[in-house]
């Protein structure tokens, strides 16, 4: 499992410029909505500004996942885990990403996967007067949940590889 670390460091990386970038779309989908608030009071607001502020907040959910996880900041119950060693809750991480976050990121993938194609070969569009086409926002979610399934497998490497270490 060692031979694998430089790959775990590598979806670290990735999914860190993924963190780098997503706060300026948060910034991004503010000035959107707040410009879109005030070009509505002049009768002159935008379904095209609109969906792209939803583009950007999607983004930041889709594309955040992986970083999440891998800061171990997503939603989890210690219950159990509190109880147990450090072994043991190499473990029960090693059992969660393979019983519940690989399988469905997975799944997630493999089922938008040809939504988005789908979507981008038939040009599709918002159904919005003056929107914008659907398979930007489409391609969030495949992207989202491959690099949510890539930091899976890196934590799943770097938890096998701690494993491996003599027990002190």
């Known amino acids: 499992m060692r031979l694998l670390l430089p790959l775990a460091d590598l979806i670290d990386r990735l999914n860190e410029a ?7 779309a948060v910034l991004a989908a503010v000035l959107l909505a707040v410009g879109n608030a005030l070009a509505r009071k002049f009768d002159a607001g935008s379904n095209a500004l609109l969906e792209a502020q939803w583009y950007l907040v999607s983004a930041v959910f889709l594309l955040g996942a992986g970083r999440v996880l891998k800061l171990d900041e997503h939603v989890r119950i210690d219950l159990i885990t509190s109880r147990l060693g450090p072994r043991g809750r190499l473990w029960a991480d090693i ?4 019983t519940m976050v690989l399988p469905v990121a997975l799944l997630m993938l493999w089922l938008s996967w040809p939504w988005f194609v789908a979507s981008w070969a ?7 007067a003056g929107g914008l086409p659907l398979w930007p926002a489409r391609l969030l979610v495949p992207v989202g949940f491959a690099l949510l399934a890539a930091q899976a497998v890196a934590l799943l490497i770097r938890r096998i590889a701690a494993l491996s270490e003599p027990a002190e």
Request: proline content about 6%; aromatic content about 6%; overall charge neutral.
């Open 18 to 24: 993924c963190g780098r970038v997503l706060p300026w």
């Open 95 to 98: 059992a969660g990403l393979l």
């Open 122 to 128: 038939s040009h599709e569009v918002s159904a919005s």
